[in-house]
């Protein structure tokens, strides 16, 4: 994968791809909230910061994990800016750490083998 001059993302096989899909690690800092009950509130900050700030994301899932991450957003955008703002935006509002992935769909990943 790479980019053409405009900054769109290419592959080999398939030219250019509009949209690419991310994963979004986040694990909440131990100070984040002091009760279960006021993470709703924390999340509801977020989100809407999140829907204002960065338009341009398409939120597709998000899931809570028992793991070494506390939450696992899957998302997708046409510009990987959206993304780095989405997860500051994590990072400040959401008291969290974040570990950003590109995801590739796994039919076009064996396809492309």
Not at 65 to 74: A, C, E, H, Y
Not at 78 to 98: C, F, L, N, V, W
Request: glycine letters at 6%.
């Amino acid at each position: 994968m790479r980019r053409n001059l405009k900054g769109e993302i290419q592959t080999r096989s398939e030219g250019t791809c509009s949209i690419a899909a991310y994963v979004i690690l986040s694990r909440f800092s131990a100070d984040a909230f002091r009760d279960p009950k006021d993470f709703k509130k924390l999340a509801e900050t977020v989100s809407n910061k999140i829907k204002g700030d960065c338009p341009g994301i398409v939120w597709k899932h998000s899931f809570a994990t028992l793991g070494r991450f506390d939450v696992v957003d899957i998302v997708e955008t046409d510009d990987p800016r959206q993304i780095e703002k989405a997860a500051m935006i994590i990072r400040t509002y959401g008291h969290s750490t974040t570990e950003t992935l590109v995801g590739t769909p796994w039919k076009e990943f064996i396809a492309r083998l």
